[in-house]
């Protein structure tokens, strides 16, 4: 299974962004769809997870500000990005993981999409 991000950039602080990734591959069933972003010199972490289900979970720093959404049809997840900061500055990327066709799980990163926002 793919994942191919898009939509990252150059964004002054208080702008927008949004980010696209959309699954490609043999996939059965879709669970956990998220993003995660890392900082250079620092270590990935969550920033926002949208389950089958629909529930989510957003990181202290990110909630009020981004919003995830998925279309379990065209296997996409996306991050709507608000009020950004500096401190946003990273390298995005998505994550989705569940069951292929063949009955083999996967756990499958796109290729990161960057986010600078200037001050």
């Known amino acids: 299974v793919q994942l191919q991000a898009s939509g990252g950039g150059l964004e002054q602080a208080g702008g927008s962004l949004r980010l696209s990734c959309v699954a490609s591959?043999?996939?059965?069933?879709?669970?956990?769809m998220g993003w995660y972003r890392q900082a250079p010199g620092k270590q990935r972490e969550l920033v926002a997870d949208?389950?089958?289900?629909?529930?989510?979970d957003y990181v202290d720093f990110v909630k009020g500000r981004f919003t995830t959404s998925r279309d379990n049809a065209k296997k996409m997840v996306s991050l709507q990005m608000e009020s950004l900061k500096p401190e946003d500055t990273a390298m995005y990327y998505c994550?989705?993981?569940?069951?292929?066709?063949?009955?083999?799980?996967?756990?499958?990163w796109g290729q990161g999409t960057q986010v600078t926002v200037s001050s």
């Open positions: 591959g043999n996939i059965y069933t879709m669970n956990d």
């Open positions: 949208i389950r089958s289900d629909g529930s989510i």
């Open positions: 994550n989705a993981n569940g069951w292929e066709a063949t009955g083999r799980n996967f756990d499958s």
